[in-house]
């Protein structure tokens, strides 16, 4: 019998149009975000879980001290996983 768990994520989002690069974001969560050359955000495109407590803190600290408003955390009900081996087919 194969055991089945779910693996919630989130991702940090932020709105382009807001967001004006003063870069507390990267100073608050530099595991989820990096600065382009002119001081703007990218963030990090893959589902962090959200047992990474101390990333998930760093980027609520993140979307709280935005000046701008412009950061939001997306949470992502993750969907069941075997914990079965898989075959191999060949």
Not at 21 to 36: F, N, T
């Amino acid at each position: 019998m194969a055991v089945r768990s779910r693996t919630d994520t989130f991702v940090l989002v932020v709105d382009p149009i807001q967001c004006d690069g003063y870069g507390h974001c990267a100073e608050l969560a530099p595991e989820l975000v990096h600065l382009d050359e002119w001081g703007y955000p990218i963030l990090v495109t893959e589902p962090t879980p959200l047992s990474a407590r101390a990333v998930r803190e760093s980027a609520r600290w993140a979307v709280r001290d935005c000046p701008r408003r412009a950061l939001r955390i997306e949470r992502h009900a993750g969907t069941p996983v075997s914990t079965r081996p898989r075959r191999r087919t060949e």
